[in-house]
């Protein structure tokens, strides 16, 4: 009994470690690694197809750069100032057990995927310091679990979402730096309860940015006044220039009057 006991146990723990790798994990890293364009400190040598098939050799590691498993899943992908090249490719949606991606500190271009959405375990997003443009997709949202969104320091436009105000485990954001726009989301801006707060240091550096935690806009305070001013000094300007104007027109008209008064008096005979 006990051979057979050993024997199933010695099974168990092969079957353990032959792991047969998820096609979604394999689609994410094979299309993740195409859109990454340049490699220049070459750590990803090891990021081939045959790789790829199985990237978690075992339940909880992986031989894979950036890559951590859990279970047979990737679980983190953390490719961090490795100044890599491309953009983001909207197939880490089929990594579906992510719950935290960091590709910070690179010089990736292009948008935010919103099929990012589908990352609904995902707890850290940080995409901070690189290229990135376009809007903030609102359809980040849909990830309740994220508890990390940092994406400072990159050419992101348009408004922040409101959307994003929703997600109640938030407890780091941070957009500053980019090129954003309009109003800061009330729900993001001013929260209540006990949800953590964000202060200025959060949305700072956005030209066109306003509203609380921000201080107010002594710019457009300013900028009134100057149109106010331009206004009344180009009235003013318009009314000294006709009062000349009228001024010259009299005098020239005086003159005329005058000399043609002084030919009269000439024809005129003498008694």
């Known amino acids: 009994m006990g051979v057979w006991k050993v024997l199933i146990l010695t099974i168990l723990f092969l079957l353990r470690k032959v792991v047969i790798a998820d096609p979604s994990d394999e689609a994410c890293l094979t299309h993740l690694s195409e859109s990454l364009i340049q490699d220049p400190t070459n750590l990803l040598q090891n990021w081939t197809k045959s790789a790829f098939a199985n990237p978690c050799s075992g339940f909880t590691s992986s031989y894979l750069q950036g890559v951590t498993c859990n279970n047979g899943r990737i679980y983190k992908l953390s490719l961090t100032n490795l100044s890599l090249r491309g953009s983001l490719s909207p197939y880490l949606s ?34 901070s310091s690189n290229y990135l443009n376009g809007q903030i997709p609102p359809q980040l949202a849909l990830c309740a679990y994220l508890n990390v969104i940092d994406l400072h ?15 109640v485990r938030l407890s780091a954001f941070d ?9 800061i989301p009330g729900l993001l801006g001013n929260r209540s309860g006990n949800l953590p707060r964000f202060n200025a240091s959060s949305f700072e550096g956005n030209k066109d940015l306003y509203g609380y935690p921000l201080p107010p806009m002594k710019s457009r305070g300013l900028s009134v006044l100057a149109i106010v001013g331009i206004g ?30 002084g ?6 005979p003498d008694y």
């Open 94 to 127: 089929n990594c579906t057990n992510l719950q935290a991606l960091d590709l910070s500190s690179n010089h990736l271009t292009g948008p935010i995927p919103p099929d990012l959405q589908s990352l609904v375990n995902l707890a850290v997003l940080n995409l």
């Open 153 to 167: 320091e990159n050419e992101l436009s348009g408004q922040i979402p409101q959307e994003l105000g929703n997600l």
């Open 175 to 183: 957009v500053s730096n980019n090129r954003l726009s309009g109003p």
């Open 232 to 261: 009344l000094g180009s009235g003013f300007l318009s009314l000294v220039i006709s009062f000349t104007a009228v001024c010259i027109w009299l005098r020239v008209t005086e003159q005329k009057m005058a000399a043609e008064e």
């Open 263 to 268: 030919k009269i008096s000439q024809l005129m």
